[in-house]
């Protein structure tokens, strides 16, 4: 089947709007990634992404990137081995950090944001007599991670700690970055810094995690990234740096948008006032450009008629706009989207939706469904990995039991 027939096959499994993630898609890109970075660069999946994905990411990558204990809870449900998970996020807690100690005996690699967090770990290892290993986040001048002058005291006063060993730096400072001048200072100053721990306090860094927060263009108009092109200048990058150990890049977008589509209805059409609207029934809540600004821009889509779930080559072309199913006029995912014909009953496919529209929807807005989920692979065909779920239970107080 190619991809319009494998779409048109779960529209006709009648779950609009639904996410289609193309597992085969998702891991050749991965592979096409790492053939380019070489392997010295070993990748960890930012499963915020999309979580949906972490089987398939592993098949490719060496690790996840599990920010939160409803991201870990995600990993011990598939049994994912702690050697593959770096426990990151801004806020751990004490019963959180013990949940993930005693799941993985000590395995794995925690991120350190804090002073508060570095002695959280410390307690919390020495109290099951383990010693875990630990990056320490270097921050880009926000809430997340620590200063220089913070991961300098913590190197210089390391042996006071016997239960926690420092690995090496994690740094992220954004997604969705377009100039590679901004990767190339951000792999300087990490250089210098790791150079300097070295000389200053013998602090050899076996290991460097860095989140590029590499680029997907998402709109029609704009500039097409070649991943040939961009990973071939950013692995010049890393040759560059006198840093020799272990590096690990943290990526999520980069990996998982172009996978996905999202698939919603046209169920209304009118004219208000000379302007045509089409009503879909998804909406904002379910599809999340980076870098959308009021609708204006137009992503990469596909017009499929309703009856025949073919792409619409017929009839005249005129713009319209579509609007989702919620109760806000914020609620417009494209202005004047150049569309065929009569459009009532017709399909929208979004695609690059594979990363962040999952997870960053305001799903619960309206308390309206969120979306099915398919799979499709060449091994297994097409899935229905997660049905409809309503949100009006999440939305209402609990009843009061007799
Ligand atoms: C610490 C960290 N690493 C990696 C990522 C993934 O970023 P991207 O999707 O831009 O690759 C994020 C995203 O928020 C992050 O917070």
Redesign the pocket.
Known sequence: MNRQEIIKSCIEMGNTPFYLFDLDRFRERIQKIKSILGEKVSL?Y?M??NPFLILPALEEVDRL?V?SPGEFSICKEHQIPMENIVL?GVYKEEKDVENVLRYGNGRGVY?VESLGQFQLLEREARKYNLCISVLL?LTSGNQ?GMDEQMIRELIRERETFPHVKILGL?Y?S????KRKKVLEEEILRLDVLLKDLREQYDFHAEELEY????YVSYFQKEEEEQVTEAMEDFRGLLEGMEFSGKITL???????AECGVYVTRIVDVKENQGQRYGIADGGIHHLNYYGQTMAMKVPWYMQLDGETGEEKQEGKESPVTICGALCTVSDVLVKNLPLKGNILGDFLVFERAG??SVTEGIYLFLSRDLPAICFNSREKGIELIRDIIPSSQLNMRRRNRK
């Open positions: 960890c930012a915020k992404a990137e920010c990151s991120t986040r997340f994690q992220y954004g997604t969705q970055k989140g590029p927060g590499f943290e990526i999520g977008r980069y990996l998982a990363a962040y």
